[in-house]
């Protein structure tokens, strides 16, 4: 098996439970992999299953200027035409902000200082998870060492395109978590049928047996519970669930909502609940580690994320968020946004609801609170489709098809 190295931003995440589980399950089908990330995780934040990766990942940030600066000077001295080529490589792409050249040399000098580590350890493929920031790394890295690289595609390709063109032309397959997706860059690209080749889908997935069914009580507890968890990031569309639970008030409905997750919305959302007088009603929890997240699964009625289109264009992918609580045949409602149908099908393993529409949001929490039966069929459907499609081993399988057959 060669060995590959995989990067991304932070390595690894709370939210992104999904890059560590892929690594994981590549390493039990005889891997070799090593992990780098850009910058360095607070372990405080970080559930106990992705310690044991946390330990053994090699950081670039904080910057360690010593070793930073041998690695220029090694690669200058001893490979001087790829190092100055490649740095002017992407430092002259057309088009670019004076801002966007200094965020590309900021990559390049910290892909030069992964890229000596990797070349003790006789890497021979390099994978990006985003195509952003870790992408531009395992592209300098794979000139550098004459080595090939590929990259999964999520949401961020939507709002952040550094010289992604060149990205996707030189790596040697590109992994789209969804149709939604691999449609993107192939539009992006127009339409090329080289480029069309290149890509190949791979879901995320969860280990299912992880997210084992949970037992119904058959006395439910009162009032029901509506959970949500998620980054409080503009695309997650949180505060239309606030929207739609003073909605749900109005009309008499007994709930209680609980919302785990931090991000740049929460001051927000907290004005949003006392503006509609909710403090009785709706909960925000903060963090929720992996760990205590199936304690809340376990208790909840169903579980909410109204994703939408933000502004800026940002959107989610397929949040695994939803896998999860399919997984453990809790119901869930959400938004045709972006990849979601393509884990969702509205009224038989979840409820899709149009985007930024409170009033529906309201509806399909309402419609699964008062058909009981309904909310078990749809929670039994749901944990199905995440055994068929979602299982991370069986798409680390694909992964590993992949690899072997672009690397021989």
Known sequence: MPTIAYISQYLPRLTETFVYREIEALRQQGFTILTLSIKTPDPANLSAESME????TRFFAP???GSVMRAQLHFLLRRPWRYLSTLWFVLTRPGESISVRRRTFGHFIGAVYHA???KRHDTEHIHAHFSGNSATYAFVISRLLDISFSFTAHNSLFVDQLILQPKIDAARFIVSISEYTRRYIENFSDNRPEIGAKIHIVRCGIEPEQFSPRMLPS??????LIFSVARMDARKGLPYLID???LLKDRGVSFRCVIGGDGEQMPLIRQKIADYGLEDDVTLLGFVMQEDLQTWLDQAAMLILPCIVAADGDVDGIPVTLMEAMAKQVPVVSTAVSGIPELIEDGVDGILVAQKDAAALADGIQTLLENRGLAEKIGAAGREKV???FDVFQNAERLAQLFQSNLR
């Open 387 to 389: 055994i068929a499609e």
């Open 219 to 224: 006395n439910p507890s009162e009032p029901p």
């Open 53 to 56: 990766m946390f330990r053994s």
């Open 63 to 65: 910057v360690k200027v």
């Open 116 to 118: 000596i580590y990797l």
């Open 244 to 246: 739609g639970c003073r």
